[in-house]
């Protein structure tokens, strides 16, 4: 099984920074793919940001140039950088893990979730 805990989440006007974390623990081979989803308020759950154990990531049209996601597989962590974030931001966000993954597909391992809100 695997455990992903994430942390970091907050409120932040337009235009600023917030970097996302989760901590991941359980078998390594649940966690190849690992990414980032998110439910806005109202609205389904998407794909924002994925990456496989080799570095190859995948990221969201909305949010290219904005969002980093990077990991750390000596230290079972995937993190999120956002920055020049918008009121569309807001939304509860997900770490999301699983053995094999196409895109944003395949997921089936997920976190409990941290809100982000994005406001004025």
């Known amino acids: 099984q695997v455990r992903l805990v994430e942390s970091g989440g907050g409120s932040v006007q337009p235009g600023g920074s917030l970097t996302l974390s989760c901590a991941a623990s359980?078998?390594?081979?649940?966690?190849?793919?690992m990414g980032w989803f998110r439910q806005p308020p109202g609205k389904d759950r998407e794909g924002v940001a994925t990456t496989d154990r080799y570095g190859k990531m995948k990221y969201a049209d909305s949010v290219k140039g904005r969002f980093t996601v990077s990991r750390d597989n000596g230290k079972s962590t995937l993190s999120l950088q956002m920055k020049s974030l918008k009121p569309e931001d807001t939304a509860m966000y997900y770490c999301?893990?699983?053995?094999?993954?196409?895109?944003?597909?395949?997921?089936?391992?997920w976190g409990q979730g941290t809100q982000v809100t994005v406001s004025s």
């Open positions: 999301a893990s699983s053995q094999s993954c196409s895109d944003f597909s395949g997921y089936n391992y």
């Open positions: 359980g078998d390594t081979w649940r966690r190849n793919c």
